[in-house]
């Protein structure tokens, strides 16, 4: 382990991280808001006099090999939300550390989950740092250092393959760099599309928190409603943006680059194809149901609310704990569907389950032909084995802490409130794990996490990171291997 | 610039390494996803599985913004086509790797007709600094430029050298000898040399001189200076072929130990003249039988490099002639280093610096084309040589007047015929061809040298 490159990493992420907070600073400044703007000054101080600290010595051997990488980005994840968490203590609007670290955790990886029974009360500098939080997390944030700083070698590469959500992680152009431009060259660009969309509707503020939350799939809402109070326009708009974050983002470089045929790979058909599927189930279970008496409003809800959870965003239009079990049964598992790979959402993303199934299809046929040589191909490219290995071995992975992690939260003695704890747990690790944000019952969307007991919290926490990171590098950090010296 | 490789083997890896280094964006194709995953793990480029010689995989690689493709696969009917295929398609030049002599001479063809830029043998690159080492044997290496009217020498000082404890300043006061010392390696060290640096026993320096008045520092070191006149070549490859060939009229008789017995018998039956032995030499008494400690130099040419290694070793050990090492495909440069095994050819490092050359000539083409380019010390120090346009920024000014980089000497300026070693004085004139020697890589043209 390269100790000192790592501090050294740290060190530089803490200062960028320094730089993030002058936006809600801005707006603390804009609005008055004097002890928050203070917390703010004060976090970005206490950052930057670490930063510094940190990046004084530039080591010698600046050497980082696939571990390090890991390594890296787990802590680098952990210190943001660390330090990220300061202004809501500093300024004092949610006072325990547990659920301050909760909730900037929750807006980082892009989850949404709160702890915060009423968001209108807080001070808007911290709304807005909420929802920034989810704008940053979700391209990444190690990925915005690599487009800005002039890193070289090939090194950066684990790092962004650790950041960036999917089974194969792949380049647009040559350079790490140059590709990490790109990419949030893209998310900037839709983010200011979507704001642009949303202003005739609602003022600045309003439009770029919600839009931050959009970009970033995270969920946080600026209302106790969420998104139910604006205009359906709105609710459309950002229905549809949810939808076009969770797009791989290679895609729209390879559309930019009129590589239609190409960008339309069958992750994307097939994600197209689950979402329209849903939203037809919903719709109908909604309309026969009799939760709605119109068609359209029918759609509206059903299209918002799948959009939503598969996208790992988290916004609600309507309690859809009180739609019937067929429409909940759909949404939960789209929620475990997730995504793209390479978009900001979270989940178990498209592609891996694209994987699965044609290697599940393939071991029929190997039993009934068993002499059968038989590949598995995407988009007509034969998928490296060591994918599909690596595919099978994150299935059996995130199985196993989803399971572990509602055990853990089993023993929390909270009171539900005639809610089904058995359900709320389930859903609750699998918002949490998944990155959506609200669950099902207790967790459902028009409650919060705040009940869970601070070992519960710290629990979420865990599988928010490990969703958000893919599992592996939180998991790392765990392994006693990883913090030898030796490398034997 | 935007460069594509083909072929992810050793040269694909050293291409792709120094390339990347000097800026470039690289982008490697191999149709084995092993190889290509091995350069994008350690290189900051991309990626392309597939056959690169078809017109899809190039087409992925992004072959239309290409500046440049380079085929180094293992195939030249690959690397051949490659180029073909890319030609059609874009703008790009393209550089081939052909090592059968079959294909080699018909290079005149390839690239008038066929519009390759450069077609590269590494196998006859290495022949030929084998055959000149072979003329100078006190020699590590030499490096020709100005097309081989001065020479970039390296010696190492022997034991009992006269000019050991010497400054340079007292070397240059003392003899008359028209050489300039442009760098030193010491233990871990490399640095350019400068007037108050002090010679010791066993370090490798590197001089710049004509090749008479390299001959004539050798003997003031302490060299005796005696051309080889007989050599044993283990292994009979294509470098041998070739160097076979390169020192055919020189009086140099070889003796070729070979293992295979259909390359011995090929061998013998093309090159008359030498006598080619088909025998295993992982028998040392074969060595001793064919006369290892009488002949003037131990050539290792084999396909394996460890054989290489053990075999020079064994030779260091019992004869006093000169020693010539082949290395294709192990790093472990620093441990080579220290066996102090005369003279080490890496054929891979010799292609990488023509193609570096080449692209950094077609980048930076404003002062003055880069004629050659030489790394004296891997990554540490290089040599290049200029000419220098009309409009260039160092023309006209005497030196002492230029506001030089630090660590970049102006080794020497060819004008015409002569050679001038430059005093503070002298003046670059259009027209020149001018060698830098810096410890800045990555000069793409004369008026990087100024600050």
Not at chain 1, 335 to 342: E, Q
Not at chain 1, 397 to 404: G, H, K
Request: charged residues 20%; aromatic residues 10%; hydrophobic residues 50%.
């Amino acid at each position: 382990m390269n100790f000192k490159m790592i501090r050294y990493t740290l060190g530089i992420i803490l200062l960028f991280l320094s730089g993030f907070f002058a936006i809600p600073a801005v707006t603390a400044a804009v609005y008055a808001e004097w002890p928050s703007l203070l917390a703010f000054l004060g976090t970005a101080a206490l950052t930057v006099a670490l930063g510094v600290l940190m990046t004084y010595r530039r080591p010698k051997n600046t050497k980082l090999y696939a571990r390090d990488g890991l390594v890296i980005v787990s802590l680098s994840w952990i210190v943001i939300s660390l330090f990220g968490s300061l202004p809501f203590i500093f300024s004092g609007s949610i006072t325990s550390f547990v659920d301050a670290l909760f909730e900037t955790v929750s807006g980082f990886t892009t989850t949404g989950a709160s702890i915060l029974p009423a968001v209108e009360d807080m001070p808007r500098s911290i709304n807005l740092w909420r929802c920034f939080t989810h704008w940053v997390g979700g391209m990444g944030v190690l990925v915005f250092v690599m487009a800005i700083l002039p890193l070289s070698g090939a090194e950066n590469m684990y790092i962004m393959k650790a950041e960036s959500p999917g089974p194969e992680v792949s380049k647009l152009v040559p350079r790490v760099k140059k590709t990490a431009i790109i990419l949030y060259a893209i998310y900037i660009a839709l983010t200011v599309v979507n704001v642009l969309l949303l202003l005739p509707e609602m003022p600045l503020y309003d439009a770029a928190c919600t839009v931050f939350g959009t970009a970033g799939t995270g969920g946080f809402g600026i209302y106790n409603d969420s998104i139910a109070g604006f205009s359906p326009y709105v609710q459309i708009v950002v229905t549809v943006f949810m939808l076009i974050f969770s797009v791989n983002f290679n895609s729209y470089y390879l559309v930019l680059r009129a590589r239609f045929k190409e960008a339309f790979t069958s992750e994307v058909i097939t994600f197209i194809c689950i979402v329209a599927a849903a939203i037809v189930i919903v719709t109908l279970n909604l309309y026969f149901g009799g939760i709605f008496t119109a068609l359209g409003e029918a759609l509206r809800h059903a299209a918002f609310t799948v959009s939503s959870l598969i996208s790992t965003t988290g916004f609600a239009i309507s309690n859809f704990n009180d739609w019937p079990t067929l429409s909940k049964t759909v949404l939960v598992s789209v929620m475990f569907i997730g995504a793209c790979a390479g978009s900001t959402g979270g989940g178990f993303k498209v592609s891996r389950i694209v994987i699965l199934f044609k290697g599940m299809t393939r071991e029929l046929g190997a039993i009934l032909r068993p002499r059968q040589i038989k590949k598995i191909t995407v988009d007509r490219r034969p998928v490296d084995h060591e994918v599909v290995r690596s595919v099978n071995a994150y299935l059996v992975t995130y199985v196993l802490i989803f399971v572990f992690s509602v055990f853990l939260i089993s023993f929390d003695n909270y009171d539900a409130g005639g809610y089904n704890e058995m359900v709320t747990n389930f859903t609750a690790v699998s918002a949490a794990f998944n990155n959506i944000g609200p669950g099902l019952e207790a967790v459902g969307p028009t409650q919060n996490f705040a009940f869970f007991s601070p070992f519960s919290k710290l629990v979420l926490i865990f599988d928010m990171l490990a969703g958000r990171l893919e599992l592996f590098p939180m998991l790392l950090l765990f392994s006693p291997t990883t913090w030898k010296r030796s490398k034997i | 610039m935007n460069i594509i490789i083909v072929g992810c083997g050793k040269v694909g890896q050293t291409l792709a390494r120094q390339l990347s280094l000097e800026g470039n964006n690289i982008t490697v194709i191999d149709s084995v996803a092993e190889n290509v995953r091995a350069v994008t793990d350690k290189i900051d480029a991309m990626g392309v599985i597939g056959n690169g010689a078809t017109h899809t995989v190039q087409r992925d690689a992004g072959i239309k913004k290409a500046d440049l493709l380079i085929a180094v696969t293992g195939a030249d009917e690959l690397n051949i086509l490659a180029s073909i295929v890319a030609k059609r398609e874009s703008e790009c030049r393209t550089i081939a790797r052909v090592r059968s002599h079959e294909y080699y001479t018909e290079s005149p063809y390839l690239k008038e007709e066929l519009g390759l830029a450069m077609v590269l043998n590494p196998e006859l690159a290495a022949a030929e600094e084998i055959a000149r080492v072979l003329r100078f044997p006190s020699a590590i290496s030499i490096e020709p430029f100005a097309k081989g009217r001065v020479e970039l020498v390296k010696f190492r000082l022997p034991k009992g050298c006269p000019i050991a404890g010497m400054t340079v300043r007292e070397f240059v006061g003392n003899h008359r000898c028209d050489v300039l010392f442009c760098t030193v390696e010491r233990g871990d060290e490399a640095h350019i040399v400068k007037g108050d640096f002090i010679f010791l026993e066993n370090d490798v320096i590197s001089i710049i001189a004509e090749p008479k008045q390299a001959l004539e520092f050798s003997k003031l070191i302490g060299y005796k200076t005696r051309a080889v006149k007989d050599a044993i070549i283990v292994g009979g490859g294509e470098v041998t072929h070739y160097l076979c060939r390169a020192l055919r009229r020189t009086g140099i008789s070889l003796r070729v130990i070979e293992r295979d017995k259909a390359r011995a018998e090929r061998l013998a039956s093309e090159h008359d003249k030498i006598t080619v032995v088909n025998a295993d030499t992982a028998d040392e008494e074969i060595l001793a039988e064919e006369g290892i400690e009488e002949a003037g130099a131990f050539i290792a040419l084999t396909d394996n490099d460890e054989e290489n290694l053990i075999l020079s070793l064994f030779a260091k050990q019992k004869s006093r002639g000169k020693l010539v090492t082949k290395i294709n495909r192990i790093d472990y440069d620093d441990v080579i280093q220290r066996l102090s095994l005369d003279t080490v050819i890496y054929p891979k490092n010799i292609i990488a610096d023509m193609i570096v050359r080449y692209a950094r000539s077609v980048e930076g083409s404003r002062g003055g084309n880069i004629e050659t380019l030489y790394s004296v010390i891997k990554g540490k120090i290089e040599a290049v040589e200029f000419i220098v346009r009309r409009g260039s920024e160092v023309a006209g000014v005497p030196l002492s007047m230029l506001k030089l980089r630090k660590g970049v000497l102006v080794a020497a300026i060819m004008r015409g015929r002569d050679l001038i070693i430059p005093r503070g004085h002298d003046i670059i004139e259009v027209g020149d061809a001018v060698i830098v020697v810096s410890e800045i890589t990555g000069i793409r043209d004369i008026a990087d040298i100024l600050e």
